[in-house]
């Protein structure tokens, strides 16, 4: 029985370790990927491609994705902040983002 127990308290940690198989995360980084959902991701795209596009790149490849700051505040008026670093035309972009729910279930988001 002890052996069962310990291999399942394995397995729940090593879930719980960060897992980021790119190597150690960059500075200032909490965690890889968002914590954005479908529709805000769409919407936030948006302004990331415009941003990227003042810098003079309009044809963009892959997106990572990191939380800066975990949700911070009261249910319905949270807010976080995450880094996109944008691939396109040889170099990578990143994207600074605040993100902040407006408390009917959606966010706003600004680009920095």
Not at 93 to 99: A, G, K, L
Request: glycine share 12%; proline share 5%; net charge positive.
């Amino acid at each position: 029985m002890k052996p069962v127990i310990a291999l399942a308290a394995v397995i729940a940690l090593s879930a719980l370790a960060p897992a980021h198989a790119e190597g150690p995360l960059p500075a200032g980084v909490v965690k890889k990927g968002t914590l954005a959902n479908a529709k805000l991701i769409a919407d936030t795209k948006t302004g990331v491609a415009s941003k990227v596009a003042m810098r003079g790149c309009t044809k963009l490849g892959d997106v990572d994705t990191y939380v800066l700051s975990m949700p911070a505040g009261a249910a319905g008026a949270r807010q976080w902040k995450e880094r996109w670093i944008v691939s396109g035309c040889g170099t990578k972009y990143p994207v600074d983002i605040e993100f902040k729910e407006d408390g009917q279930g959606g966010a706003y988001w600004t680009i920095h």
